[in-house]
Structure formats: structure tokens, C-alpha cells
């Protein structure tokens, strides 16, 4: 069945530094990926998405890219701040009657000042 | 924008107990709600969906009998852990959707954390 696998955490990054988080997938066809982020004591939220191969999500700095050839959906930002420490979940979703969202185990990201 | 207010943030409880979660969407209406749960350095696995006015629709692994989910109306559902025993200690996450057809559009409440001692 599908499936999705983040590297795990924390990572810990001064402000600034260049952020890669590693999501790959399993999953038969073309699901959409997904990004999503809890900030502390909130819900999660909406990062970016891709819907389809080579798409390339991107919001508030992030970028992920959708590549089929690798199964991965990696969230990278080129220099991070304090206000990103979050916890990152890589998720997978299908259009279809269910729409039900597979998601990986989550990664904390810590940026110190 | 959109708000799931998710109720009680925390709650520790003596194992055979039963647990009641909130989840409220406060500024729309939430026809179809997910129920999640998180063990530590796990994904979030999704438990059921509920549609208002519907019986929830579990997914499988499940206990309908031990996690009753209620969703009456179209602002509030909950999730009860019935006879809760230590292995049901974990996180727990709603999500709603006021369209059922897109998940572009679930809100994600700010999850329950359960501890059974």
C-alpha cells in the first residue's frame, strides 16, 4: 500500500542555514504529495503541494519538487529563521472518494538564533 | 481563515476510564471530519472519517466499539476512548473540511495528547 518516509528528527540549524528535509514515497500511479506544518500549540497547516511529476510546490520560502524517477518530494528552504521551528509532516493524498492524506512521522526542525 | 478548536489539549486518565474529545470548527460549517492518531516517531494514521449526521466510517484495524465517534452536528464531533488502557496513550488529531471533496481544504485542530496510567 502507499506509503510515506521522512528522515527523522530534530534538525538543528543556525538561522540562515540552508534547510533539506527528506520525504520519498511509495505508491502505485500519480498521487499528490503534500507538506504540512505545525507550528507549537497549533494545528496543522498547509505548506505546499504538488500534483503532479516535476510540479514544484512552493510557499514562504519553501520548495519541494515532485520526482517521480525517485519517489521523493524533498522540503528545502535556502535560509531559515527562528520563527521556522516547527514540526514538518510529508504527506500523500489521492482524488479520490475518500481523499484520505498518508503521512510521514514528522520531522522537528530547531533553528537557533 | 478557517479554525478547528480541539479540546482537551492534554489528559492523563486511570486505566477503564473512558476519554471525550472535542473537535469544533468555529467560523464554518464541517460536513466530513478525520479522526488521526500518532504514536511517538510514527506517521499520523488516520482512525475514521465521520460525515454529519452519518455513522463513522473506520478504517481497518479499527475498534468501532472502543472509539466511539460522534459527529451530530455540523460544528462538533468527538472522539470517546472507551475503557482506555495504557496502549491507547498516544496523540490524537481532527481534521475537518467543509467541502468533503477536497483536502486542499482540511483544517487541522491542535490535537489531544492521551496518557493512561
Known amino acids: 500500500g502507499d506509503s510515506v518516509t521522512q528522515m527523522e528528527g530534530p534538525v538543528t540549524l543556525s538561522e540562515e542555514a540552508f534547510l533539506t528535509i527528506n520525504c520519498t514515497y511509495t505508491a502505485t500511479g500519480y498521487p499528490s504529495l503534500f507538506w504540512y506544518v505545525q507550528y507549537p500549540g497549533e494545528g496543522l497547516q498547509l505548506l505546499l503541494k504538488?500534483?503532479?511529476?516535476?510540479d514544484k510546490g512552493s510557499n514562504k520560502g519553501f520548495e519541494a519538487t515532485y520526482r517521480k524517477e525517485t519517489t521523493s518530494f524533498h522540503l528545502e528552504k535556502g535560509s531559515v529563521q527562528v520563527s521556522d521551528s516547527a514540526v514538518y509532516f510529508c504527506?500523500?493524498?489521492?482524488?479520490?472518494?475518500?481523499?484520505?492524506?498518508?503521512f510521514g512521522s514528522g520531522t522537528r526542525l530547531l533553528v537557533r538564533p | 481563515g478557517a479554525v478547528v478548536s480541539q479540546h482537551p489539549s492534554w489528559v492523563i486518565c486511570k486505566s477503564g476510564t473512558s476519554v471525550k474529545i472535542e473537535c469544533r470548527s468555529l467560523?464554518?460549517?464541517?460536513?466530513?471530519m478525520f479522526w488521526y492518531r500518532q504514536f511517538p516517531k510514527q506517521s499520523l494514521m488516520l482512525m475514521a472519517t465521520s460525515n454529519e449526521g452519518s455513522k463513522a466510517t473506520y478504517e481497518q484495524g479499527v475498534e468501532k466499539d472502543k472509539f466511539l465517534i460522534n459527529h451530530a452536528s455540523l460544528t462538533l464531533s468527538t472522539l470517546t476512548v472507551t475503557s482506555a488502557h495504557p496502549e491507547d496513550s498516544s496523540f490524537y488529531i481532527c481534521?475537518?473540511?467543509?467541502?468533503?471533496?477536497?483536502?486542499?481544504?482540511?483544517?487541522f485542530g491542535s490535537g489531544t495528547r492521551l496518557t493512561v496510567v
Open positions: 481534521s475537518a473540511s467543509s467541502s468533503g471533496t477536497s483536502y486542499y481544504g482540511y483544517t
Open positions: 467560523d464554518f460549517q464541517a460536513t466530513t
Open positions: 504527506a500523500l493524498g489521492r482524488m479520490d472518494s475518500s481523499y484520505k492524506l498518508i
Open positions: 504538488a500534483t503532479k511529476a516535476d
